[in-house]
């Protein structure tokens, strides 16, 4: 029997790279094999860890029932032609430190990685989540030149979740009816909206005293340093996971949904030339849009606030990358 019957010429398979096979990426690598949304390819500098990894979650496939091709490898070669690539590479904070006291080590994995990958991958969407987040979301940027609308931060989802399950939990409803907006930084100045957070239409300001709030408020700008003083070796990647997979569906499949990213502002909200976390239309293009939302003036500075302290960052990681001939 002709056997090219059975393997006819392959048609191209949307795929997605996900640098850094730890947690973070190896979680995300099943969530979108388990959605049927791509195929996948995980690196890693660690030799054998991504090729284990991936040849588990084929395994895994053959029960969970889907076809996606999920590859192991040290080489970025083997990411070409990419559609969305992710940046999970670097250290994870442990208790006792700042996100920001992982930039002078992730700002050159960062640079190295992002290089490297659109390289291969010239027409790819770069979707960060290394932290610092929106330093590293700049770093990225700068090193690889591409146009700001195909690279972004994920954060503001993740946070946004985190403040939607702090409502249901509070208020003892579905969380599939608590829609929250949290803006911002990915640090402890981040903006969560209380005035755009609702539970199937109605705000949270009329459900809840302004204590109760303030109260929700301030767990969910603490919540990654909440789950990294309980795991002690590392941070949370459940949630970070179905987070970046919902960004690479709305790409993916041109969904325009609106969801809090942190995206290059070119006078949105007062502010130039830095990635911030804001509404943002994704699509095939990457950043369709940005909303601007009205913001009180309390609310716009806290915004600011955000924005000076990720532009300190984004100096000291320019430095490092500077005295390494990085940038
Ligand atoms: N933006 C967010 O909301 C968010 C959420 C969770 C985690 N994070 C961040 O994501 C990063 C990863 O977290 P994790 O829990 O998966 O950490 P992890 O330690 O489990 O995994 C990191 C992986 O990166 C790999 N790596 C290191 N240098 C590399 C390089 N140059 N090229 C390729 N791979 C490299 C390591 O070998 C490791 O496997 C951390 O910086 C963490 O703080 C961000
Ligand atoms: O808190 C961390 O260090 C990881 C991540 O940014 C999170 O918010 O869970």
Redesign the pocket.
Known sequence: MDSSLFFPPSCHSTRVSV????????TLAQRIAEANLANVVL????EG?PQGIALDLMQAGSVEGHDREIIGTNDYADTAGSDVVVI??????TPGMD?SD?ITT?AK?VA??AKQAIAHSPNATLIV???P?DVMTYIAWQVTQLPSYRIM???GV??SARFQTFIAMELNVSVADVHAMVLGS?GDLMVPLPRYSTVNGVPITELMSSETIERLVKRTRHG?AEIVGLLKT????YA?AS?IRMMVESILLNRCRLLPTSAYLQGEYGLEDIFLGVPCWLGCRGVERILELNLTPDERDNLSECAESVRRGIREADDILKSLSLL
């Open positions: 640098i850094g096979a730890g947690k973070v990426g190896s690196l890693d500098v660690v860890l999970t590479a670097g250290r994870a904070r996100r992982l992730n994995i190295t990685a989540v290394t932290n987040l931060g994920m954060a993740l946070d990915h990654g590392g941070g949370s990647y970070p987070s």
